[in-house]
């Protein structure tokens, strides 16, 4: 079978390697990756021109990016302008979906008709929703070319990725943001909050995790990968392959990259007992699944811990095959109080009631969750069974941000550290569980930058859906 994901690892690797020369800080057995660069330019708190209308081309439009075209051109000020996929069908159908409003061009067939989206000039954003190899070389050509980038996570697969990311934005000054979960909306923004006005005291640990079965409807099914590439990721690899779910919220609560940093991190992964019995099993009722039979399958649980600067830790799990519920995480504990599975506690003596549970809720609620709760009661944008198509807030409020001139809120940085625990926990599982360095893609900056989170909506928030 082929290798092309690693191929690529290893070449964007060398070439990336004259970025860091001068600036790889001191390395030693814990510290193999580049730890820092030459800061050209802070992007934390970076604000670009405003854009009256954000014009968009949308690179991948499969499982997941045929929601993500729906869901973008649902957020007034957006003109989806280009949508690419090598699959002609793909294109044609997400056109189809969108073409009550919009009247996007089609790029298809070629593996390089990407690079023509980005190279027009009549694009803002680059929003990219492809396999997850490619999700660098898109976002650093679309910032190179002058376009915002958007991008599925994770937003790099190396740290020699991470680095072309923070490098690429800082000297084109251009916002490279990951799509990932985040504190916009729901219990994260709540949590958030509490966070902020000290409910939680000093933040002592906090808990998070990828737990979702993903095995026979997206691992070992036909229809939702081109070319079975999400099931090739999970393949002579060992590590938290997905963190951003879980870890995102955290660092945001936590204030990571902008008042504290992720100083280590140590991680396990178990056997596997079940991708590989799946396989053969599959493969005794269809041959296709032949070449997937004896592979070096992934650990079904991995599980990761980061110490912070501030002396914080943090626990991420990630497991996409055991038969077992999704937890109600995060967990955040602190100096004053806890919560953990809905529940809020301020001591030893046990979980509050309901009552004061959804009291608590409302009146820790902020701005930005209310105001997008009222424009999607406002509008006609049709909530669409599937999260991948619903409207979200971390969309609007990226388009809000751009169209009003304002710092984003997830900023290349995030993407760089979130992205990061994925070849630090596949070094740390390779070498018998040892503790590695974590980059501080900020180079200092965490200490003096401000939290970039405006839950409160203090500098506006006026982007209609529609």
């Known amino acids: 079978m082929k290798n092309n994901r690693r191929d690529f690892i290893k070449s964007s690797s060398i070439a990336a390697a004259g970025m860091f020369v001068g600036g790889k800080g001191n390395s030693g057995p814990n510290n193999p990756f580049p730890t820092t660069h030459r800061q050209s330019y802070n992007m934390h708190g970076h604000a670009a021109p405003a854009l009256n209308t954000v014009r968009v081309g949308m690179f991948g439009v499969g499982n997941r990016g045929s929601g993500s075209v729906r869901r973008l051109a649902s957020i007034d000020g957006v003109e989806i302008k280009a949508i690419c996929d090598l699959e002609e069908d793909r294109v044609q159908s997400a056109i189809e979906s969108i073409s009550a409003t919009h009247i996007p061009d089609a790029y298809s067939g070629g593996k390089d008709e990407w690079k023509k989206v980005c190279e027009r000039d009549d694009i803002d954003l680059i929003a990219i929703a492809t396999p997850w190899h490619l999700h660098t070389p898109m976002a650093v050509y679309a910032m190179e070319n002058g376009k915002h980038a958007y991008t599925e996570l994770p937003a790099a697969g190396t740290i020699e990725e991470c680095w072309q990311l923070v490098e690429t934005s800082e000297r084109t000054r251009r916002h490279c943001v990951q799509m990932s979960s985040s504190c916009h909306s729901g219990i994260q923004a709540v949590l958030l909050n509490m966070a902020r006005q000290g409910f939680f005291g000093e933040l ?7 737990i979702h079965d993903l095995l026979r409807n997206y691992n070992f099914t036909k229809t939702k990968y081109h070319n079975m590439w999400r099931l090739n990721e999970n393949i002579d690899r060992h590590g938290n392959l997905y963190p951003q779910h879980g870890f995102v919220p955290i660092l945001q609560m936590m204030d990571l990259n902008c008042g504290d940093k992720m ?3 140590v991680s396990v992964s178990s056997n596997d007992f079940i991708m590989g019995e799946t396989a053969k099993k599959l493969a ?3 041959e296709y699944w032949n070449p997937y039979v004896g592979r070096d399958y992934r650990g079904n649980m991995n599980t990761s811990i980061i110490k912070t600067h501030k002396g914080r830790s943090i626990v991420l799990q990630h497991d996409v095959s055991s038969p077992r519920p999704r937890p109600s995480l995060p967990l955040i504990s602190g100096t004053k109080g806890i919560y953990s599975s809905r529940q809020f506690a301020y001591n030893h003596d046990g979980w509050v009631s309901d009552e004061e549970f959804d009291r608590l809720v409302e009146e820790y609620t902020p701005e930005i969750t209310k105001i997008f709760r009222q424009l999607l009661e406002q509008s006609s944008t049709e909530r669409a069974g599937h999260s991948y198509a619903r ?6 409020r990226l388009i809000d941000c751009l169209r009003n ?3 984003v809120e997830m900023d290349v940085y995030d993407a760089a550290l979130s992205s990061s625990i994925t070849p630090l926990s596949e070094w740390s599982v390779a070498n018998k569980s040892k503790s590695v360095v974590a980059p501080d893609f900020t180079v200092g900056a965490w200490e003096t930058n401000k939290p970039g989170m405006d839950v409160s909506l203090q500098a506006g928030g006026t982007t209609k859906l529609v």
């Open 204 to 210: 002592i640990h906090a808990e998070g995790a990828y």
């Open 263 to 265: 100083e280590s991190l």
């Open 284 to 286: 005794e009722e269809d």
């Open 391 to 396: 409207v979200n807030a971390t969309d609007w």
């Open 405 to 407: 001139g304002l710092p």
